[in-house]
């Protein structure tokens, strides 16, 4: 049997995209009932894509306004694409946030809009509650970033400082009917998570959210004080009458882009090994884990022998104390690296599905056993640059860095670690 | 089916332990030839207990000497049996490896050696090398701990430093055969990183350990400097005919460890997916990926389906910055109720095989989803106590520490991770 292992990683990535790319999967959840007018709005990295797939794949008319990426946008004939700042938001991203908040007020129980959400989408919705301002809202999500609060904790802040997120956009928007689709890019596939929630309903409170800002010390203007004590900063709660109308589908899933790498490893006849859609922590720490069950597949055939595939999603995090480039998937693949030793039959491909690792222009990077000749011969040593942060100068160097652009969807990090037996199998 | 969670993952890990055992293991792997002098030697967690199977199973006159850790003696007839401190050296310690040191010099080529090594021999064999203190070497330990140093980098250092280490104790035997019996507490199972390998060859040089010192800023006191530079430092190298009579064997490994608690849970009914037997990683974070494997069995049933038992092996790290008490497997433990969110299916034990987790009186700990309850109802909050580093203090108060004593042998940590299936499973 013969693979090209480079080729096979890179063909793995591409399914794993294309699984999620609104072209592929957005036409089969539009709903039945196009009368009324169709209102379509979006924001996150895939909102111009999808966007796109709508207006192929629906036959009546429409108009609207999404929000996306600077660079990820897409052509559009009826509805317009605005790209904005993420992860910082900048102002085209409160202008546009205030116009498509704008766009769903008044509409009537006739109407319906089309809501088109995607990971990055908290960001570019970034329309700050009623007398908070971008700077201080922008302040705080910095101090709660460096504060050690949890995912969810920040969740709750941002909901009730937004004047979009939380299911206030469904609320704005009522009594239209509101057909959300969603593209997740986190763990779970909760849809309160994936771009705070704009239209669905927030069980976290306002209380909660002051108690946070208490608990990590962070220093609060006035303004936001009177803010989160008035109740017109509670979010939509569950059950709340406003949502009645609205519907949520999720259309594509990490999950759902594993499961298609899957079928194609086993199709080219090598075994999938799905660890999970979900993965988190410390990403030289998860790669140290990533390289220990790679080498017990290589060298002790368990759980499963070679010829056979790793495969994971869900989002790493590093903690940033050196100053070089690159991220999450360029730092996974450089400790991974490290920990495999100079392996000769593990090759690994680690990379953002949309396309840009943290704020570089790569999507990911591979490793193969020649990235360690090549990086010997260069006299880079691998510990230094993971010490410094620089996956990405280390993988440019030995030429290992995977560029695709702009993907235009979102289903978080694809990791794919493939183990060729000893003997008699040829890679080329 | 039934299953009672708990007694299942307790059967598991005294299965592991078992199957490192000396009685268990160590007869079947004793020389043929019994004439002559038989010296008996050893250092380590295992070695009272390596020594005591061997009284048992050799048919000839013995005599020896033997360091153990504090707590892990057992009663020998004819090898005398000392404790030490372990993870740092003391006086007792250095006091036995010189005397074990004198009982095979001026041996002649019809003696043969019985040398029993297992993890924790490097800090009880703590013998400096000539004109270095045990204070000076105690010094350059700490701080190459503290320097970020790997194993590795620290490995040869301290081979340098010593008198009995990378072969030394063999070459004072010589000629005498020497027949070392190991137990392996390291990944990869490498005779020249179990207790620093007193008899077998080191590749290292004593340049490289002045370069690491020099790399790593180490501050050294001149005879360090002198020594190092002195060609009477290098340890033994690979070829050197003084180690010709030497045989080594491995006769207990995390692996087999594995393999045999795998045994046992298929016996049950309970597919094994073993993951490694050289887990490594920071705990906290190499928790976050078992507890993704874990939810990805529950609900996707991927890689395979439950009922399931993830088993793995190796040492993790844990770095320190607050205050509280525990090893590693109960900070493993507690990062991964963390991050399990209360799954009322999963259940899991990680513990140190020696019977002692870091340096408290536990050998590791359980989760259940009782554990939530209990933590619950006793207002503990999991994330406050991982922020102090105090896995032990939250387990006690949940009446979860796994209480073993000493064990008597060693291969590292051992974690066990049962997923039941949803619905018609019983749990008692």
């Not at 109407?111 to 809202?137: H, M, N, R, W, Y």
């Amino acid at each position: 049997m013969t693979i090209q292992p480079q080729a096979f990683l890179s063909e793995l990535f591409d399914t794993a995209v294309a699984a999620a790319h609104p072209r592929q999967v957005l036409a089969d959840y539009l709903p039945e009932d196009r009368s009324g007018r169709a209102v379509v709005i979006g924001a996150g990295k895939a909102a111009a894509s999808m966007a796109a797939a709508l207006e192929q794949a629906w036959q009546g008319p429409l108009s609207g306004l999404v929000v996306t990426r600077y660079g990820h946008g897409a052509e559009c004939q009826h509805i317009e694409v605005v790209e904005a700042a993420h992860p910082v938001p900048d102002d085209a991203g409160e202008a546009v946030a205030k116009r498509i908040l704008e766009l769903v007020s008044n509409l009537s129980a006739e109407d319906q809009v089309i809501c088109l959400i995607s990971g990055g989408g908290s960001s570019l919705l970034a329309l700050p509650a009623q007398g908070i301002t971008l700077k201080d809202k922008q302040a705080i999500n910095k101090a709660l970033l460096k504060s050690g609060a949890s995912i969810d904790e920040m969740n709750c802040v941002r909901k009730h400082l937004s004047a979009i997120k939380g299911g206030r956009l469904a609320k704005a928007a009522y009594p239209a009917r509101v057909h959300t689709f969603a593209i997740s890019d986190v763990p779970g596939d909760e849809a309160t998570v994936i771009a705070s929630g704009p239209t669905v309903a927030d069980p976290t409170t306002s209380a909660q959210a002051l108690l946070i800002l208490n608990k990590y010390e962070i220093d609060i203007p006035d303004t936001v004080q009177q803010w989160l004590l008035d109740p017109a900063s509670e979010t939509v709660k569950p059950g709340d009458p406003v949502l009645d109308n609205c519907h949520f589908t999720m259309i594509a899933t990490p999950q759902q882009s594993l499961d298609a790498a899957a079928e194609i490893a086993t199709k080219r006849g090598i075994t999938p090994l799905v660890l999970g859609d979900g993965i988190e922590g410390e990403s030289r720490e998860v790669a140290k884990v990533h390289a220990a069950i790679a080498r017990q597949i290589a060298e002790r055939h368990q759980p499963l022998p070679a010829p056979c595939v790793i495969l994971s999603g869900g989002e790493t995090t590093v903690t940033v104390k050196g100053k070089g480039r690159g991220g999450r998937n360029a730092e996974f693949l450089l400790s991974l690296a490290i920990s495999l030793q100079q392996h000769p039959r593990i090759f690994a491909l680690a990379a953002d599905t949309d396309g840009i690792d943290g704020s570089e222009d790569n999507a990911g990077c591979l490793l193969t056993p020649q990235t360690y000749t090549r990086a010997h011969s260069l006299a880079l040593n691998a510990s230094d640059y993971l010490d410094n942060n620089d996956g990405y100068s280390f993988f440019e160097a030995t030429d290992d860095l995977l560029m695709t652009g702009p993907t235009r969807t979102n289903v978080n990090d694809f990791r794919a670690i493939l183990i060729l037996p000893e003997g008699n199998y040829e890679s080329e």
